[in-house]
């Protein structure tokens, strides 16, 4: 069957999905005012309309540390689904308290029993038990399709017209065009025309051995040890793994700093890696070509890796504000203001 038979064989339930999220929506509606639970700390939710792909782990970390610095004590708490998420915000903020809470406001409440002052909520928008000072939600260029689908048709959780709730839209992009990134500024504008909306972009940073990923316990420390930058990609042979959302958009992202990807291997988001997969890696790669994974997979793969044969490294991101740097401030602010407001003797 065709990938068009199959969008209509799944319309009728992605009419019904969305039937199901108008109704949860506008008893949230109702009672916002009076339902909601207050949050032991200010919370900022980093949030999106689909299922994974839009970059919310390296958004919601760079939160983090923007509150850090801001003089704030913030913990990160994320439902924690599946092995690696929780890992990798251990890596990309250490000395932050992460803590895995499928109920936001019992997370919230261990924060603060952790001395944390504020927090940041990974993937929330749609977790609206708990009040939050400020909601960003992502919306992905290189993820985007039109038109606009409800699961199980297509990616969304709810309809572009909910971005509506937002504080502030995030655009992230990693490889996508500056036309197809216009294209989803026009589709959110139309869609929440009074949210303001700021440009992200994910981009490759380091090159890092995963060898030095530590699985212990307690939390692993700061990857360190040998690393490169972009340039040792130029022109060189690799062989890609990814078990994300959009894994075309990361082969871009690679291929764009010069590397030839002699193969990649893509398996599903939050793929479990076994020992079993990691043969099959290591013999396409054979004795000489490296091979590239992302962070998110690296502390998967890192504990399973053998010493012997191809090297196994990974690609760090960082954030660049490339639009709207004055109205992700205005958040940050809000959560420092609130956190002072809290908490008397915060600085």
């Not at 997370?107 to 909601?135: E, N, P, S």
């Not at 036309?179 to 090159?207: E, G, H, K, N």
């Not at 660049?320 to 203001?337: S, T």
Request: proline share 7%; net charge positive.
């Amino acid at each position: 069957m065709g990938a068009r038979a199959v969008r209509v064989a799944v319309t009728p339930l992605s009419w019904l999905f969305g039937a199901v999220v108008a109704r949860r929506n506008a008893r949230f509606d109702a009672r916002a005012r009076g339902g909601v639970l207050p949050a032991a700390i200010p919370a900022l939710s980093v949030g999106n309309l689909t299922v994974g792909g839009t970059g919310k782990t390296p958004v919601a970390s760079w939160f983090v540390s923007r509150l850090r610095d801001g003089g704030a004590s913030p913990a990160l708490v994320l439902r924690g689904y599946g092995d690696d998420e929780w890992r990798v915000h251990e890596l990309l903020t250490p000395g932050v308290p992460v803590v895995v809470a499928p109920e936001r406001a019992a997370g919230l409440m261990t924060a603060h029993r952790k001395h944390c002052d504020c927090a940041v909520l990974d993937d929330a928008f749609q977790h609206r038990q708990v009040a939050r000072v400020a909601d960003i939600v992502l919306v992905s260029a290189d993820a985007w399709r039109e038109p606009v689908r409800l699961l199980p048709g297509g990616p969304f959780r709810e309809p572009l017209e909910s971005l509506n709730r937002a504080s502030v839209v995030v655009i992230t992009v990693k490889a996508a065009s500056a036309d197809t990134v216009q294209t989803v500024r026009a589709a959110i504008r139309r869609a929440a025309p009074s949210v303001p909306t700021a440009q992200v972009r994910l981009a490759p940073d380091t090159i890092r051995f995963a060898a030095t990923i530590s699985t212990g316990d307690p939390a692993p420390p700061v990857p360190h040890g040998v690393w490169h930058d972009l340039t040792w990609l130029r022109g060189r042979e690799i062989v890609l793994v990814s078990a994300i959302a959009e894994p075309d958009a990361f082969r871009r992202q690679v291929e764009g700093q010069g590397a030839i990807v002699r193969h990649h291997a893509a398996y599903p988001d939050h793929h479990a890696f076994t020992a079993r997969d990691v043969p099959d890696i290591v013999a396409r790669a054979g004795p000489s070509v490296d091979v590239l994974c992302t962070l998110k997979d690296a502390v998967k793969l890192a504990p399973l890796w053998p010493r012997a044969g191809a090297g196994l490294w990974y690609v760090s991101q960082t954030v660049v504000v490339e639009q709207g740097a004055e109205i992700l401030d205005q958040a940050i602010d809000r959560v420092l203001a609130a956190r002072r407001a809290t908490t008397p003797t915060a600085g």
